[in-house]
């Protein structure tokens, strides 16, 4: 199975030299900065956007919403840890070795990378958070799928990855992400709620200012008795 990719005419070959040839023609210091977006950047920036959805979903709409929001915010994570527990014997089995070590010509910007190829752990990892948020939250959930693309790009470019590694990575991480997801939020949904019913956990839920808004009752326009005197009721 090691052979997935092994000569120039395989257009995951073809398609890897095309993407990473823009590294060989770029300046130092923009493959330096690809390097750190690739490796660590993109992965810091879905936690960002995670934390950026936590405090806006608990600061908005009804506290149903906010425990169901902030169950899924829980699950994204959890997915993407999962999913690369599954990675683990899949990685074992197909023993694709890195693209530097079957091609020359090459331009890796990070060293040390040993272990095998397919499929890869970041573009699974990003992949599975993005689509896990996409379930609890539709706008933040597309700007992380957008994040995920973006990190697979980038680990063809830095010449670590086929781009068929990075597509499986992506399947792998929507896979685990999706299909248990039902499980994950019956499992999940309980303690969530259980914490925001908490007196020390409430916030992580629902925010003080969203909690202490009530809606306003409605009020019905009853017109008061008129007070008649005793002579005309009981003229009436």
Known sequence: MAGLASDGSNPDVSLLYDINGIARDAPPWFDRVMEFVGEYGIMLGLVLVVLWCWWSVRRRGTLADSVSAVTGLVWAPLAAGI???????????????????????????????????????????????????????????????????????????????????????????????????????????????????????????RSRSAAERRPRPETLDIPEPRMGSGENDLAA
């Open 83 to 205: 999913a690369l527990l599954v990675n683990i014997p899949i990685r074992g089995f197909v023993e694709r070795p890195r693209p530097f070590n079957d091609h020359e010509g090459l331009d890796v910007l990070v060293d040390g990378k040993t272990d095998f190829s397919f499929v890869s752990d970041h573009a699974t990892m990003a992949m599975a958070i993005g689509v896990g948020l996409f379930v609890a939250h539709r706008k933040f959930g597309l700007a992380a799928i957008a994040l995920a693309f973006a990190e697979g790009f980038c680990r063809v470019y830095m010449g670590v990855h086929y781009p068929t590694d990075v597509i499986g990575g992506f399947a792998l991480g929507t896979a685990v992400a999706l299909l248990l997801a039902p499980v994950a939020h019956a499992l999940l949904t309980p303690v969530v709620s259980a914490v925001a019913r908490s007196r020390s956990g409430a916030r992580l839920v």
